[in-house]
C-alpha cells in the first residue's frame, strides 16, 4: 500500500515568488491536511481538506491557500513567499475527517521549501 | 490559544534505562492524545495513541494520560539508541468531525550506548 506522496521534495524560491506543493493521499483516504515545520515554530496546522471541502484552517494569512480534487490529490499554494516561509511543509492523510478512536493520520515525507 | 508544552530537552539516558517524555495542554476538552516520533530529516511518525485517563501500553511504550491535570506522558522502557529521535506531542482541538493537531514543539530523546 503507496504511502502519502508529496512533490517536490526540494526546492528553492526567491522571495516574492509563489510555490505549489502537491500531496497525494494514501489510497482510500479522504481527508488531507497541511503542517508548516520550523525549528522554532514547530509543527503548526495550516488547513484541511475533505472531500474537496476545506474543513478547518489555522493561524497562517492568505498567502497560504489549498485545494483538493475529487480524486482526494491536494496541493497547497503560497503566494509572495517570504524569508520566513522557508520550512519542511508535511501533508498528512487519513481515511475520515475526524481523529475518531483507531483513526490514524499518516504524513508524508514533506517539501524542504528554501526561501532566498 | 490552545497550547501543548513539552520539555525541549535534549533528554539524554543511557541504553537499557527508561525515558520518560512529558507533555501538558491547555484545552481542557481535548479528548484525543498522540505521541509522534520524529527522526532528523524524517517526517513524524505515529507511535502511540490515547484517548482516556490511565496507561496504555504497547510494547516498550507506555502512555500515560490524566486528563484532570491535563498532562499526558510516554515512557519508553529498555531504550535503545534507536528510540533517539525528537518525541512530539499531539493533541486533538475539540470541534466535531472538524479536527486538527496541534502539536508541541517535542522533546529531543538521546541515548547512549
Keep these: ?116 | 490559544q490552545k497550547e501543548v508544552e513539552q520539555n525541549s530537552g535534549p533528554l539524554s539516558v543511557p541504553e537499557g534505562a527508561i525515558a520518560s517524555l512529558n507533555c501538558t495542554y491547555s484545552d481542557r476538552v481535548s479528548q484525543s492524545f498522540f505521541w509522534y516520533r520524529q527522526y532528523s530529516g524524517k517526517s513524524p511518525e505515529l507511535i502511540m495513541s490515547i484517548y482516556s485517563n490511565g496507561d496504555k501500553e504497547d510494547g516498550r511504550f507506555t502512555a500515560q494520560l490524566n486528563k484532570a491535570s491535563q498532562y499526558v506522558s510516554l515512557l519508553i522502557r529498555d531504550s535503545q539508541p534507536s528510540d533517539s529521535a525528537t518525541y512530539l506531542c499531539a493533541v486533538k482541538s475539540s470541534g466535531g468531525s472538524n479536527y486538527k493537531l496541534t502539536f508541541g514543539k517535542g522533546t529531543l530523546l538521546t541515548v547512549n550506548p
Design chain 1, 1 to 116: 500500500k503507496a504511502g502519502v506522496t508529496q512533490t517536490p521534495r526540494y526546492l528553492i524560491k526567491t522571495r516574492g515568488q509563489q510555490v505549489t506543493l502537491s500531496c497525494s493521499p494514501i489510497s482510500g483516504h479522504r481527508s488531507v491536511s497541511w503542517y508548516q515545520q520550523t525549528p522554532g515554530q514547530g509543527l503548526q496546522f495550516l488547513f484541511e481538506y475533505f472531500s474537496e471541502t476545506q474543513r478547518n484552517k489555522g493561524n497562517f494569512p492568505g498567502r497560504f491557500s489549498g485545494r483538493q480534487f475529487s480524486n482526494s490529490r491536494s496541493e497547497m499554494n503560497v503566494s509572495t513567499l517570504e524569508l520566513g516561509d522557508s520550512a519542511l511543509y508535511l501533508c498528512a492523510s487519513s481515511f475520515f475527517g475526524s481523529l475518531s478512536s483507531g483513526n490514524t493520520i499518516y504524513f508524508g515525507e514533506g517539501s524542504w521549501l528554501t526561501v532566498v
